[in-house]
């Protein structure tokens, strides 16, 4: 899995925590603790699948375009990360003599590409509210 998916989510949900639920990008970066231009990047991948609108000039920013109830995370998977499951590279050779050799390739494929889907659903039971009022049991359990 790749680390867009916990930028994403992690964005939304802190925006889902502001009152005015809008923050820049450097105050977004900042809380997730990476550079300020990749997570631009993946507020764009967002903004294009309606997730995040933005606010131009002076008291700007990012917000989110929906109810944070309204999106879950398999949808926010599916936007930044569909089939980074899957290892760039997999073993095998399909012009070798051994079964083995010849055939792990595919069946890994499929292996993988179940995973997903099992991921998919697990993710689909979860919203970034339900990731929100996570976060928040986790700091009244601190306090």
């Known amino acids: 899995m790749n680390s867009e998916f916990t930028i994403a989510v992690h964005s939304m ?6 009152p005015d639920r ?7 970066a900042h809380n997730v603790n990476t550079h300020p231009s990749r997570l631009r990047k993946v507020m764009s991948c967002l903004r294009k699948h309606g997730y995040i609108a933005t606010k131009e000039g002076i008291g700007g920013g990012y917000m989110l375009n929906i109810s944070p109830e309204q999106v879950n995370l398999s949808e926010i998977y599916r936007a930044t990360s569909i089939g980074s499951i899957k290892p760039g590279w997999c073993s ?12 792990m390739a595919e069946v890994m494929d499929q292996i993988f590409c179940e995973a997903e889907k099992h991921l998919l659903h697990y993710l689909q039971q979860t919203t970034i509210l339900d990731v929100l009022n996570r976060v928040r049991a986790a700091q009244q359990q601190k306090a």
């Open 92 to 103: 095998g050779n399909e012009d070798d003599a051994c079964i083995v050799a010849c055939n």
């Open 22 to 28: 809008m923050a820049t990008s450097d105050v977004i």
């Open 13 to 18: 949900v802190y925006l889902a925590n502001l």
